[in-house]
């Protein structure tokens, strides 16, 4: 069974600082890697994509790849209220399956 | 751009019964998948379709649950008979390939087993 581990939280920041979100994975062969959001009672919506190694950025979000460490995270740079939500890790595999982590529940306190 | 449609939003039956749950992919999408999203869990892949074939069901349930996608657009997934651990949201989501494409997730129908 291919995993993805993530931190199930509650993390919680201040309004205004940086969110660190983590995941690691079991299947070395994966070769893309997703960060979704999900507001409570909401479906998945993408937003962040990552295939190689090193840092992508997107507005206020930075995804970072390291393949050795079998490692993916998400940094959300001025964090607001309503970047409350769970923040799923997905991998899609050599098998072409998408597996998803069991996120991790992020709370930004005003 | 019209997303993915799913029906019903909210289901509520007693164990031992069947239900069915129905996706109508973003037109032209040839992937649809299932997943099954458990309270405070990751969403599961159940069944990936490409067009009008199984490309992946090894998580599919088979005893109780069954899929279908006739004419490669709508599908429905089934359970019969429904226990009490199925309770969860159902996503359907779709892709325009079977590659690493963005899934596009439709709103999901939460089934509640009593």
């Known amino acids: 069974q291919k995993e993805v581990e993530q931190n199930s939280g509650p993390l919680s920041v201040p309004e205004g600082a940086i969110a660190s979100l983590n995941c690691t994975y079991s299947d070395r062969v994966s070769q893309s890697f997703f960060w979704y959001r999900q507001y409570s009672g909401k479906s998945p919506e993408l937003i962040m994509s990552?295939?190689?190694?090193g840092d992508k950025e997107d507005g206020r979000f930075t995804a970072q790849l390291n393949k050795a460490s079998q490692y993916v995270s998400l940094l959300i740079r001025d964090s607001q209220p309503s970047d409350s939500a769970t923040y799923l890790c997905a991998v899609h595999n050599a098998g072409n399956m998408l597996t998803f982590g069991g996120g991790t529940r992020l709370m930004v306190k005003p | 751009e019209a997303g993915v449609a799913q029906s019903p939003r909210y289901k509520i039956i007693e164990k031992r019964q069947s239900v069915a749950f129905w996706c109508n992919p973003i037109?032209?999408?040839?992937?649809l998948y299932w997943y099954q999203q458990i309270l405070g869990q990751g969403p599961k892949l159940l069944i990936q379709?490409?067009?009008?074939?199984?490309?992946?069901d090894s998580q599919l349930p088979k005893d109780r649950f069954s899929a279908e996608r006739l004419k490669g657009v709508d599908s429905t997934l089934k359970i019969q008979p429904a226990k009490l651990e199925d309770s969860a949201v159902y996503l359907c989501a779709s892709s325009p390939t079977s590659g690493v494409d963005t899934q596009y997730f439709g709103p999901g129908t939460r089934l509640t087993v009593l």
């Open positions: 037109s032209g999408h040839a992937t």
């Open positions: 990552i295939y190689s190694n």
């Open positions: 379709f490409q067009n009008n074939g199984v490309v992946d």
